[in-house]
């Protein structure tokens, strides 16, 4: 079966044709950063009005490029949570407008359990990744910081994909969002993530220049809290109300950087070993690191989840940079797994800014 999948939760207007719910046979997504970058972030309003205005051409792309035309599309799937409530509606009224005139399911998808899905899909003739649960899911994006069990037996959900149960998550900012408000600090425009990472990694740049703090909150805690590291980058690069900071040189920038995005990546990469370890506590032994969002394009993350993973023996399965950021074919994949479970919804489906869970 082919599904349609619809995603509009941020500044993304995003539509994929899928079939069998792991094989991308379109993905098409078009990108409102242009018109965000002068206010250095994303301005709701501007965003659901670039949503009308591109949500047409982006399903005929993507129909197009598939090679099929609406009448082979057997449901719809749409992102209905969480993201921007101006954003969502235009792509939860589009799914439900089209659902109910080609007379097929329509199905709601969570936003950030799509992203943990990502992983699983394949484009064109390739074979998609197998994947042995249980797994611990790490979702990293300008928006979310949140880790999952899944697929656990005796969890919500069950045992298969579809059994999301959340572990911890951001108290402040998001780890992208984080990594935008640095980079803005050093002057490298929005969203400034990959030329943060960038620039981490220059030659020459120290990550031990400067001692940036590694939150942990208590003992045990599986959420995240970034907010602190921020402040700590502020004062090093400035001085803090004390002033007499190092000049922003190059050089300091650089090293910033580097410190910067160690700091972040080792807070993520004790949780997840902390994640681990409690769940195996519980009887619950992992076996895949299953990572998705925007950040995991980030080098020094995806290396050290390399590491992590060959440490405790896992399988690592992450998604191609395509599909890493906000995309429609992650939404089609697990729209279609919901299906297969027999869950439906009708033209009531609302659009929600939060997450299910
Ligand atoms: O998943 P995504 O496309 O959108 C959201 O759902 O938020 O993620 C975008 C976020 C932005 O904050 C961007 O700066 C960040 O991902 N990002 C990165 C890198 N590439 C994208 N952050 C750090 N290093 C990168 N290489
Ligand atoms: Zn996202």
Same mark, same amino acid.
């Given at each position: 079966?082919?599904?349609?999948?619809?995603?509009?939760?941020?500044?993304?207007?995003?539509?994929?044709?899928?079939?069998?719910?792991?094989?991308?046979?379109?993905?098409?997504?078009?990108?409102?950063?242009?018109?965000?970058?002068?206010?250095?972030?994303?301005?709701?309003?501007?965003?659901?009005?670039?949503?009308?205005?591109?949500?047409?051409?982006?399903?005929?792309?993507?129909?197009?490029?598939?090679?099929?035309?609406?009448?082979?599309?057997?449901?719809?799937?749409?992102?209905?949570?969480?993201?921007?409530?101006?954003?969502?509606?235009?792509?939860?009224?589009?799914?439900?407008?089209?659902?109910?005139?080609?007379?097929?399911?329509?199905?709601?998808?969570?936003?950030?359990?799509?992203?943990?899905?990502?992983?699983?899909?394949?484009?064109?003739?390739?074979?998609?990744?197998?994947?042995?649960?249980?797994?611990?899911?790490?979702?990293?994006?300008?928006?979310?910081?949140?880790?999952?069990?899944?697929?656990?037996?005796?969890?919500?959900?069950?045992?298969?994909?579809?059994?999301?149960?959340?572990?911890?998550?951001?108290?402040?900012?998001?780890?992208?969002?984080?990594? !935008?408000? %640095? #980079?803005?600090?050093? &002057? $490298? *425009?929005?969203?400034?993530?990959? =030329?943060?990472? @960038?620039?981490?990694? /220059?030659?020459?740049?120290?990550?031990?220049?400067?001692?940036?703090?590694?939150?942990?909150?208590?003992?045990?805690?599986?959420?995240?809290?970034?907010?602190?590291?921020?402040?700590?980058?502020?004062?090093?690069?400035?001085?803090?109300?004390?002033?007499?900071?190092?000049?922003?040189?190059?050089?300091?920038?650089?090293?910033?950087?580097?410190?910067?995005?160690?700091?972040?990546?080792?807070?993520?990469?004790?949780?997840?070993?902390?994640?681990?370890?409690?769940?195996?506590?519980?009887?619950?032994?992992?076996?895949?690191?299953?990572?998705?969002?925007?950040?995991?394009?980030?080098?020094?993350?995806?290396?050290?989840?390399?590491?992590?993973?060959?440490?405790?023996?896992?399988?690592?399965?992450?998604?191609?940079?395509?599909?890493?950021? !906000?995309? %429609? #074919?992650?939404?089609? &994949? $697990? *729209?279609?797994?919901?299906?297969? =479970?027999?869950? @439906?919804?009708?033209? /009531?489906?609302?659009?929600?800014?939060?997450?299910?869970?």
């Amino acid at each position: 079966m082919l599904v349609l999948g619809i995603e509009s939760s941020c500044d993304e207007t995003a539509c994929a044709v899928v079939a069998d719910g792991r094989r991308i046979l379109s993905n098409i997504v078009a990108s409102q950063h242009d018109l965000h970058a002068e206010y250095g972030g994303v301005v709701p309003e501007i965003a659901s009005r670039a949503h009308v205005e591109r949500f047409t051409p982006v399903l005929r792309g993507a129909l197009a490029r598939a090679g099929v035309g609406l009448g082979a599309i057997g449901a719809v799937a749409v992102g209905h949570r969480p993201g921007l409530i101006g954003s969502l509606l235009v792509g939860v009224a589009a799914g439900k407008a089209l659902a109910w005139g080609l007379g097929v399911p329509l199905v709601g998808v969570d936003h950030v359990h799509a992203h943990l899905y990502a992983g699983l899909m394949a484009e064109g003739d390739a074979a998609p990744p197998e994947v042995a649960l249980p797994a611990l899911g790490l979702v990293v994006s300008g928006g979310h910081t949140t880790l999952y069990a899944v697929g656990c037996e005796g969890g919500p959900g069950g045992a298969g994909v579809l059994g999301i149960e959340r572990l911890g998550g951001t108290i402040d900012d998001a780890l992208g969002e984080a990594y !935008d408000k %640095a #980079a803005s600090l050093l &002057g $490298l *425009g929005f969203p400034g993530g990959p =030329a943060l990472d @960038r620039l981490a990694g /220059e030659e020459g740049a120290d990550a031990r220049a400067v001692d940036l703090p590694v939150s942990r909150l208590g003992p045990g805690s599986l959420d995240f809290s970034f907010s602190g590291l921020k402040t700590a980058l502020l004062y090093a690069a400035t001085g803090g109300p004390a002033g007499g900071a190092p000049a922003l040189n190059a050089a300091r920038r650089r090293n910033l950087a580097a410190s910067f995005q160690r700091a972040a990546v080792s807070a993520v990469m004790l949780k997840l070993g902390r994640a681990i370890d409690g769940l195996e506590q519980r009887g619950r032994r992992v076996r895949t690191l299953l990572a998705g969002g925007g950040v995991i394009s980030n080098s020094r993350l995806r290396a050290e989840l390399v590491g992590l993973a060959q440490e405790r023996g896992l399988r690592l399965v992450l998604p191609p940079p395509a599909l890493c950021v !906000d995309n %429609a #074919a992650m939404i089609a &994949g $697990l *729209g279609q797994e919901m299906l297969r =479970a027999g869950v @439906r919804h009708g033209l /009531e489906l609302a659009p929600v800014p939060t997450t299910a869970c």
